[in-house]
Structure formats: C-alpha cells, structure tokens
C-alpha cells in the first residue's frame, strides 16, 4: 500500500476562499483522523470517522470546517470562507480497530495551508 | 484538561548520550494504548514504539524503550545513543475509548529534542 495520501501538499489561497483538502487512508482501516498542527497549539485532533461515519467532531473550531467521507477510501475537510488563521499543516491519518498493538495512526505527508 | 503531558518544550543531548523523554497522560479507560512519534523537519509523523495498558513489560524498539509507570500514569521515551538524526520533535499519544464512541488518539505538546556533537 502507498501509506495516506493527501493532496494537495502545499496550499495557497486568498482570504475568503473556500479550500478543499483531501485525504486516501490505507485500504483496510477503519479510522479516519483529521489533525491540524500549528505552533501554537500543536497537534489538534479536528474529526475523527470509524467505517465512514463521524464518531466527534468537537476538535472542528468552527462552523467554516466540515469534513466528509463519502467512502471507505476518500475523505474531503473544506474550509469555507478561508481566513488567516486557518494557516497551519493539516495531517490525515489512518488507522485499524482498537486500541491494542498495531492500531498506531499512519500519518499522511500533510498540506501546508497558508490563507493571505 | 490536558490528558497528554510533556512538561519539556526543548532538550539537549549530547551524542551517544540516552536521553529520557516525559510524558503523563489521564484517562479512565481501562483499556488504552500509549505511542510515540518522531517528526524530523521534514514534517513527516514517524510511529516509534507501542505500549498497552495492560502490558506487563516495557516496550523496546531498537533504541528506542519506554519506560511505563502505569500507576503513576507515565510513559517515558528513552533513547540510548542518541545520534544527530534523532534531532526533532517527539510526541507522546493515546489511544483510547471516549464516551462518544469508537476509538480516538490524541498527542501531547511535543519535545524538541536537540542532539549535539
């Protein structure tokens, strides 16, 4: 398997726009995590989805954000309207059942969001 | 409340040094798992070493080993022989089951840890 694929890498967009990340998990996983990693707040989990279905979403900081999966091998997390502050690495991450041996979340190469 | 602790922002170590990385972590779940990653400036998240809740030993991966308090709620990161390539950030996670279902893994603040020549 490839690992988590995420697109794009890099991200630039104006203030005001909507922007549109979008995440492969490993095939065969059942979870889906968004993170979004900045300085000052480090790795926040955002969303997180077991077998396509939202489990929490009280990570989302607003009502801009909302995440999708419309199958076991695509997830969407839109942000609109985009502001400045919204700038930061957005990760995805994968991984299986439980909370036993082999359940570490496989993490994508991330998007680097930079809103102007 | 913070469930992932680690109190260090930054570290030193000389090379060829070990170098013990803190971590303390909150939950009620019985059933939990505890990891480590490395994030090197690339950017990349990097899984180094498991420990569960219910196992008896500490993990060891190589290099790497974490030293497991479970009544004191800690897990460590302990590298031996530190080397330059360890430079980076290091988070200690968790695994668990919230009341809100299925399982989620939440990180800590990150070490940076800085290794000298």
């Known amino acids: 398997d490839a690992g988590v694929i995420q697109s794009p890498r890099h991200e630039v967009t104006e203030m005001g726009q909507e922007v549109t990340l979008r995440c492969k998990p490993i095939?065969?996983?059942?979870?889906l995590f968004w993170y979004r990693q900045t300085m000052m707040r480090g790795l926040e989990l955002l969303i997180y989805?077991?077998?396509?279905?939202?489990?929490?979403d009280s990570g989302m900081p607003e009502d801009r954000f909302s995440a999708k999966m419309p199958n076991a091998s695509f997830s969407t997390l839109k942000i609109q309207p985009s502001e400045p502050r919204d700038s930061a690495v957005y990760f995805c991450?994968?991984?299986?059942?439980?909370?036993?041996?082999?359940?570490?979340?496989?993490f994508g190469q991330g998007t680097r969001l930079t809103v102007v | 409340a913070q469930k992932i602790t680690q109190t260090q922002p930054g570290m030193f170590v000389q090379e060829k040094e070990a170098v013990t990385l803190d971590c303390t972590y909150d939950?009620?779940?019985?059933?939990?798992?505890l990891f480590w990653y490395k994030q090197p400036s690339s950017g990349e998240m990097i899984f180094l070493i498991y420990?569960?809740?219910?196992?008896?030993q500490n993990a060891t991966e190589g290099r790497y080993s974490l030293n497991f308090q479970k009544a004191r709620k800690s897990a460590n990161l302990v590298i031996s022989a530190s080397q330059l390539g360890d430079s980076a950030m290091y988070f200690c996670?968790?695994?668990?089951?919230?009341?809100?279902?299925?399982?989620?893994?939440?990180f800590g603040a990150g070490t940076r840890l800085f290794v000298k020549a």
């Open positions: 991450a994968s991984s299986l059942q439980g909370a036993g041996k082999d359940t570490e979340a496989f």
């Open positions: 095939s065969g996983h059942d979870y």
């Open positions: 989805f077991n077998n396509n279905v939202p489990i929490d």
């Open positions: 939950t009620s779940d019985p059933s939990y798992g």
């Open positions: 420990q569960g809740s219910y196992d008896q």
């Open positions: 996670a968790m695994r668990e089951a919230p009341y809100t279902g299925g399982f989620k893994t939440i």
